[in-house]
Nanobody, 126 residues
Framework: QLQLVESGGGLVQPGGSLRLSCAASGFTLNRVAIGWFRQAPGKEREGVSCISKGGGTTTYIDSVKGRFTISRDNAKNTVYLQMNSLEPEDTAVYYC???????????????????WGQGTQVTVSS
């Protein structure tokens, strides 16, 4: 069974850090591109970041550049999203998703993804 499971969310104060994990089962994660999305209350889901097959290319939405880092650990079949300098505006449910291709072109297009995790809540608040 193909599955993605996110973890690592929680409550953090502004300026704090969290590392989200996206663990894959049923397939080898490093053979495809993986994206992270988020959905804040009352807002549409938006693409946050993407990492290509092999990890050679990473892409970020402007609002998280310099603060978030996407990476992969092939031995653990897991992709991570390291989030630093968190802001209240980062509060959302975060999802990882498997693309049906090697690359991150048009990474914010949800139709390019064929498998989604259940999401993990990130709350940034004092």
């Amino acid at each position: 069974q193909l599955q993605l499971v996110e973890s690592g969310g929680g409550l953090v104060q502004p300026g704090g850090s969290l590392r989200l994990s996206c663990a894959a089962s049923g397939f080898t994660l490093n053979r495809v591109a993986i994206g992270w999305f988020r959905q804040a209350p009352g807002k549409e889901r938006e693409g946050v970041s993407c990492i290509s097959k092999g990890g050679g290319t990473t892409t970020y939405i402007d609002s998280v550049k310099g603060r978030f880092t996407i990476s992969r650990d092939n031995a653990k079949n897991t992709v991570y999203l390291q989030m630093n300098s968190l802001e209240p505006e980062d509060t959302a449910v975060y999802y990882c998703a498997k693309r049906g291709s090697f690359y991150c072109s048009s990474y914010q297009s949800e139709s390019a993804y064929e498998l989604w995790g259940q999401g993990t809540q990130v709350t940034v608040s004092s």
